[in-house]
């Protein structure tokens, strides 16, 4: 992995504009904004005194999972929790508990999974905008950046973008980005895209993008509070890459030609990247960490989690262990709820090691519907992991359920409720089609557009019925026009017109 780093880093400083920063790594770019909340944390801090031991500081946490624009490529819910728990072993020195707010989004867009970067497109940071949580950290989990950096954390938009193979338990990438959102810079701030030249003197300043910093000296009574990144606790540090063994031998000197002796294991270093044993913060970067937390959540307005331990696993229902199902489609899963739980994990898989899962999901409630299943298979293998906003660090699955498909396809009805189906006007004209019907009761289906391929073009999810006249005004707009079909759904049953489109 460190070599992997090296050649990436390397490549950055011959090929890439300077003003990205520091690619290969994280791509933070701090705006105009972040130095001065740095400053008034650190001012709030000296005055306020923190104590870390008293408290439990609990931080809401949003996981964004993006997919291609078919949704393929997304990191798994099951992984992007090791992340945030790795995250939370990071912090602990500082009490700070990670935990989930809500559950996961899911965002399809092949442009954020795949990001353009520095220069993110609008289409993405619009999708940002759209999808952020209040009050809460917004993680958006993609495929990489474009410039080769494993994550970054931007002011404007508040939110940390990680690439998803970053977001690992063994990488402490997610502790850094979070280190920033906490209005904290590298060590060796102002260094970014300055290499460090031992031929020549070392300069008092050096320049980043437009910004002019002081060079740190060793000295702690020198300029530690006014240079790189404003904080006594962190040593001099130059970006000095490359420290085998996590031990910088490097020999850089400050300005007045004292050997510097970086903090390798701090988490806004750049030895951060490469295989330290442990990380760590420095105390004035905890306090700072803190004060930030303060000024963002004022902790009296914070909603504290209820604090629920999953110690049961669930009981499966359904299928019934060793069950033959005849058909191999909308195979129904069930499970009883356990105690604390607020999401469960659903892997079915061919092995009965589960070493490839073939369908898995994280649901709110205790079923789930498999449409990938094969038919006539002997064997299938189906476990629940039950977990909490706060308790998902520790997976316990529950016993495995054994089952087999047939080859039969469910039976679908006409749906028998809906009378009178009128769609109006066909052909539609202008982008828009009316379905109008006599429902006997109050529901709710799914309505889709399928093309003659079989293909979803648009759908609608869990619309509202009321039993009576019912009129919905479907948007066809941006739809190619040709032949395609409107399909209703309601559990089993299914009803499909065709519409033309011109
Ligand atoms: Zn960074």
Redesign the pocket.
Known sequence: MRTLFFLLFAFSFSVINAQIG?PG????LPDEDFTPRLLANKEAARLNNHDRNDSIFYVPIQLHLVGNDEGGGRMTEKRALQGICKLNQDYAPLNMVFYLKEEFNYINSEAMFNLQFPNVPTSVTSLYAQNKVSNAINIFVGNGLSSGNSG??TGGQDIIYMDKSFMTPNAGILA??M??FFSLH?TFFGWESTTYDPNQPTPQTVMWGNWSNDVEYVDRDKNCETSADYLCGTPADYITVGAANCNYTGGAVDPDSVLIDPDERNH?AYYSFSGCPEYHFSDDQMEVILEDYDARWQLSNLDCPELKDVTETANLISPSNQELIETYDNVDFEWEPVPNADFYLIEISPLASFGLIWDQAVLKNTTFTSNELSANRDNYYWRIWAFSQTDFCEIIYSESGHFATGGQLSTVQEIDFLEEILVAPNPALEGKIMLQFNSQKTDHINLSIINTQGQTIQSINNQLITKGNNIIELNLAGIQSGIYYLRLESDRQISTQRIVIL
């Open positions: 520091h790594q994280c791509g933070f970054y954390y850094h980005e280190g920033h590298h806004m």
